[in-house]
């Protein structure tokens, strides 16, 4: 390498680092267990002292400016994924700090590792992209079975309102106040948007833009078709809640019925890559004397395709969808 940039690229590193750290910083505090555990809407308000005055700046605020849309743009359901994980950083935001990553680690195998410009590709972009994606699918799906989980209950909670004579939006209030995050925050964004002005059934189905529930859209779905037709609307989400639930029962059911299946999966796919382990500690020269025969990496290349129909035929025999 020239001696004349090694500064430039140090400083580039240097850089790179700073920023992936920063980023790494605000992606663990987001996630702290005891922050989890308070309903954020509710703790924004009590820090404010008052109720978030404009919806829409509230919005702009959690879901980030141009930048973001432009982002969201370039990658769909990447602000939606943001969102529902709640990390505590924009989607502009999240992806400067995947860039940060995948730079400081492709400068990190190329120039301090000297690995092959193509082996620090891989490595930058498994570490850069792959893996914090990743780690946001993760935690948009617990996210999302903690709003399921917790979607009978807050139904019980709207019942016992509606008995006791308060209106719908009081109801959805009750659950805003009393449950955590996720629903608690949620119910909460949506009665702020009521509160200025939005239609009722528009800021409930906002929420299923950002969790695919089925049980949520019945909700939604129950809300208004009282509302058009009339009805006993506190039986009815009674009735709603006890499905929901005898649902929740036959999924777990079928979960373990499955588990063998599941476990099957597990061990199968992981067996090859534990035998080349053992293999390789046993012998190490056992694949390094056949790598230059031509007949290698494409046995290695159809070994590997097989594997993954293989998995993947499993994986879908004990899932379910219902």
């Not at 935690?139 to 209950?153: S, Y």
């Not at 009665?191 to 529930?213: P, V």
């Not at 078709?225 to 929901?244: C, D, P, R």
Request: aromatic share 8%.
């Amino acid at each position: 390498m020239n001696l004349t940039i090694v500064p430039i690229v140090q400083a580039i590193a240097f850089i790179a680092v700073i920023l992936a750290v920063e980023g790494l910083y605000l992606f663990l505090r987001s996630n702290d267990r005891r922050e989890r555990a308070v309903n954020r809407r509710m703790k924004i308000a009590a820090e404010r002292n008052e109720r978030v005055l404009n919806p829409e700046l509230f919005r702009k605020a959690v879901e980030g400016g141009r930048l973001s849309a432009l982002v969201s743009g370039v990658l769909p359901g990447f602000k939606r994924l943001v969102r529902l994980s709640a990390v505590a950083m924009t989607p502009a935001q999240y992806f400067a700090m995947m860039i940060g990553v995948t730079v400081a680690m492709l400068l990190l195998s190329i120039v301090a590792l000297r690995a092959p410009a193509l082996s620090g590709i891989i490595i930058a972009g498994v570490f850069g992209f792959a893996l914090p994606y990743l780690i946001l699918k993760i935690l948009a799906g617990r996210r999302e079975k903690k709003f399921n989980d917790q979607l009978p209950t807050s139904i019980d909670i709207m019942v016992r309102g509606l008995q006791a004579g308060h209106p719908v939006p009081v109801a959805i209030e009750m659950v805003a106040r009393e449950i955590e995050d996720p629903i608690g925050s949620e119910f909460g964004h949506a009665l702020d948007e009521m509160n200025y002005g939005q239609d009722r059934g528009a800021a409930l189905r906002s929420i299923s833009t950002r969790f695919k529930s089925p049980e949520y859209r019945f909700l939604v779905s129950s809300i208004e078709m009282q509302k058009e037709t009339g009805g006993n609307l506190a039986e009815i989400l009674s009735n709603l809640s006890k499905v929901i639930r005898e649902r929740s029962t036959m999924r777990k059911k079928i979960v373990a019925m499955s588990a063998e299946g599941r476990i099957t999966c597990f061990v199968v796919g992981g067996l090859p890559f534990a035998l080349v382990l053992v293999i390789m500690a046993l012998n190490p020269s056992f694949f390094t004397d056949v790598v230059e025969d031509v007949l290698f990496w494409p046995m290695i290349g159809g070994g590997f395709i097989l594997w993954a129909i293989g998995i993947t035929w499993i994986w879908r025999m004990v899932n379910f969808k219902f």
